[in-house]
């Protein structure tokens, strides 16, 4: 059996998977049958993460020629695996997601323009802010997520759920990178760092909700009043929950490691991935047998 560090931002691997996924893989786009809402929220939240991701790769990329601590350096390197790895996969899927949805295509496009622009433009400074205060988003939604997981994904398509494990999982892997190369090349600008977490909470409010209005007509879910508000307030309330998990961010003496979510509730589910990888198992697929395999695999003494 497969020893994990500790705590599961510690020695994290780069894993070169590849899930099959894009329109031609016949995709369940509404892979949730547990609640078909969640996974409406998810994909518009999400759409636009593999055009951030790239955005951090460049940006980290560039950032990690100005450090020279070689364990930050090695902890630069490895996100910028995951993270180019993640945007291969979720492009993909967002061609599933542009298939399915016509009327949000334009949309999407000036997403991909829009971080273009700004990884071309912004200074150092305000591209590594912006991409801790986004990563403070993505790493507490792997929380969120990995703990509702029965409450979401009971019954879902076992390619997605697969996809959406491995990428929170691996969000909260490297959920700290970004933060501390901030800290290394600009921890004196306090300030500046909580207004990055600001701008990057206006920008993911922004796309979802731009996105998920759309979406969810599409699926015919705001015919009725009653429906379209019960579906409106869902997005509301996941927003929400992300928003409210985000306040211990704005501490002077926050850190990743020391959120209230990472060291408190250890998501059994994460545990349980990342020994099951590591061990060999085909994690490109989850149905219930084989989650139900992955959780009896015992805890690390």
Excluded at 67 to 88: F, P, Y
Excluded at 111 to 123: G, L, V
Excluded at 276 to 291: C, N, P, R, W, Y
Aim: hydrophobic content about 45%.
């Amino acid at each position: 059996m497969a020893e994990l560090a500790k705590h599961p931002m510690d020695d994290f691997p780069v894993r070169p998977l590849r899930f099959p996924l894009g329109p031609d893989q016949n995709v369940d786009v509404v892979w949730s049958r547990t609640k078909p809402e969640f996974s409406v929220f998810l994909n518009a939240l999400a759409m636009h993460v593999p055009h951030f991701e790239r955005y951090l790769v460049a940006t980290m990329r560039a950032a990690r020629e100005q450090i020279t601590d070689e364990s930050l350096r090695l902890h630069v390197t490895r996100i910028i695996g995951q993270e180019a790895n993640h945007s291969r996969n979720l492009l993909a899927f967002n061609d599933a997601l542009r298939n399915r949805y016509p009327d949000i295509v334009a949309i999407d496009d000036a997403s991909i323009a829009w971080f273009k622009q700004h990884t071309d433009q912004d200074t150092m400074k305000k591209r590594v802010g912006f991409t801790a205060g986004y990563e403070t988003f993505t790493f507490l939604a792997g929380m969120i997520i990995l703990h509702h997981h029965d409450r979401w994904f009971a019954d879902a398509d076992p390619t997605m759920k697969a996809v959406w494990v491995w990428h929170q999982v691996e969000e909260i892997e490297h959920g700290a990178v970004a933060f501390e190369v901030w800290k290394y090349l600009y921890g004196r600008h306090e300030w500046y760092r909580k207004a990055m977490v600001l701008k990057a909470a206006l920008h993911i409010a922004q796309e979802t909700l731009s996105l998920y209005p759309r979406m969810a007509r599409h699926e015919g879910w705001l015919r009725s009043p009653w429906k379209a508000l019960k579906t409106m307030a869902f997005c509301g309330e996941m927003l929400g929950r992300l928003f409210i998990a985000a306040l211990p961010v704005f501490s002077a003496s926050y850190h990743p490691r020391r959120h209230p979510i990472a060291t408190t509730r250890q998501d059994p589910i994460q545990i349980a991935w990342r020994r099951f990888e590591a061990d060999g198992g085909d994690v490109l697929s989850i149905d219930h047998a084989k989650m139900a395999a992955m959780m009896r695999v015992p805890e690390q003494a």
